[in-house]
């Protein structure tokens, strides 16, 4: 593989200027708000400075949550990669057009071409828009980006452990430009140049697209094993390969906040940071942290989908807050939409618009609860603002059995909880405490909750399917 890396840059100084525009004394035309949404990929809850990390620092996404709002009880739309980027893209349950767990290189279908994704609602509002990084909603022509909103892609079809090095079942790994494949990551090397490349290119499209509104979306390759790292990171963290990661990515998010601020930028973008799910802790020394959460990556324990996230936006986002409502990835198209003026797609939307809650009005919160799938369209759990009831399904363990260690994964056990658990997300966000026998009421209010699960999207834990009609798109058989 050889394509050209960039230059690493050094730190750099905030820039503000002003996104309003006043000529021959016109009224003043506000341009609308660009959107930068940087994804991590296994990254977990404990793996930013401001959420606890050691090991390693993350200066850059720290100081981007010093300039805005860092929440602390937001989650993915699922514990696992390909239904946690549908959740996020369409607003939407995944399990409600049928996207669940991950889809492979032999997997036949993807994200419906009849779903709206974030990038097709504001490219009609007259925005450029880009993914740089891992799709994983689709492999086949009919479901890559440039058909579902971006005008640009380059990146990976599906994750970076998918290739013949790991099983002689996979095909070669594609690194795709549009619809075509421009080379191959064949080696351990070609993976350490993906955060670069990345970077590079979100740099190269914010030059570019500085006149217009534009949406840039950069969903990284990495934390995900196995691990790729860039030279000049290597051996700068106390954490060993994971930290050094961590530590490039945190690099990538400051280079393209100082693309924004040396173009001009910085106080008309809103931009996000967040992680598709928790941590793979069975790959050990080569996994990250969950901050003390239960179980990991793949379990809709706490530790599986309670992720980093925050948002900047100068001068309509109050600086340096931390905000402990309940939000999730599924939020963040509608309240984009509502922030840029935008409607909604005419079909069911489970994501809230929490616009209000981003600015700082807490009593405006309009996500009071959350649903947990599992796989197919299995109900795990729900929430509200203080209580998770666990329901009876089997999921796997990591935290029963012993890590891997330098990129070999370790064991898993699988558990079927037979009976409902309830825990008190306020004082045991570890959920290490059963209460169910202490607060009777509590369960009974909660399964209100779970039957409107069940009506809306069905529970294949209790054989039913469908709810009452309003999940799209059942394509599950196909999918694992």
């Not at 050691?54 to 300039?67: K, R, S, Y």
């Not at 492999?139 to 980006?145: A, G």
């Not at 640009?152 to 970076?160: A, C, K, Q, W």
Request: with cysteine; aromatic share 10%.
């Amino acid at each position: 593989m050889k394509l050209k890396l960039p230059l690493y840059s050094c730190l750099f100084c905030l820039i503000i200027v002003s996104c309003q525009v006043k000529k021959n004394n016109q009224p003043i035309v506000t341009k609308p708000p660009n959107v930068v949404l940087i994804m991590a990929d296994d990254q977990g809850y404990g793996d930013v400075g401001s959420y606890g990390a050691t090991g390693f620092t993350t200066p850059n996404i720290d100081h981007l949550a010093m300039q805005g709002m860092r929440f602390t009880n937001h989650y993915a739309a699922q514990a696992v990669c390909s239904a946690s980027r549908a959740g996020l893209l369409t607003g939407c349950y995944p399990n409600r057009f049928g996207i669940s767990g991950a889809l492979f290189p032999h997997s036949k279908n993807g994200l419906p071409t009849n779903e709206i994704t974030i990038a097709e609602l504001l490219k009609e509002k007259g925005y450029a828009t880009a993914i740089f990084g891992k799709w994983h909603l689709g492999h086949l022509r009919q479901f890559l980006p440039l058909q579902h909103g971006f005008d640009e892609f380059v990146g990976l079809p599906y994750s970076n452990d998918m290739w013949p090095v790991k099983s002689d079942k996979f095909p070669p790994l594609p690194l795709l430009e549009g619809n075509t494949t421009l080379d191959t990551i064949a080696t351990y090397e070609d993976q350490d140049m993906l955060t670069a490349l990345y970077t590079e290119k979100a740099v190269d499209f914010i030059a570019r697209n500085k006149e217009q509104p534009f949406f840039l979306y950069v969903p990284h390759t990495m934390p995900h094993v196995p691990l790729g790292l860039g030279g000049k990171f290597k051996g700068k963290s106390e954490q060993g390969v994971y930290g050094d990661v961590i530590m490039e990515i945190d690099w990538s998010v400051g280079q393209i906040m100082k693309s924004l601020d040396d173009n001009g930028l910085t106080e008309n973008t809103i931009f996000i940071f967040t992680s598709d799910n928790g941590p793979w802790i069975s790959y050990g020394n080569h996994a990250g942290s969950t901050g003390g959460l239960r179980e990991a990556k793949l379990t809709n324990w706490e530790g599986g989908q309670r992720v980093p996230f925050m948002v900047r936006w100068p001068n309509q986002i109050p600086e340096g807050t931390v905000n402990n409502k309940l939000s999730s990835n599924i939020d963040i198209m509608p309240t984009i939409a509502s922030l840029i003026n935008s409607d909604l797609p005419e079909k069911t939307i489970d994501g809230h618009d929490l616009s209000g809650l981003w600015k700082g009005k807490t009593n405006t919160s309009k996500r009071k609860d959350y649903y947990y799938y599992q796989h197919r369209n299995h109900l795990s759990a729900v929430r509200n603002a203080t209580w998770k009831l666990v329901l009876p399904h089997t999921y796997r363990s990591y935290e029963r059995t012993l890590p891997g260690n330098d990129g070999k994964s370790g064991g898993v056990e699988n558990i079927t909880l037979e009976n409902m658990e309830l825990y008190n997300m306020v004082s045991d966000p570890g959920e290490r405490f059963n209460v169910i026998s202490q607060h009777p009421e509590v369960v009974q209010e909660l399964m209100v909750l779970v039957g409107s699960a069940r009506d809306e999207l069905g529970d294949l834990n209790v054989d039913i399917p469908k709810g009452k009609g309003t999940r799209r798109n059942l394509i599950i058989k196909n999918q694992k």
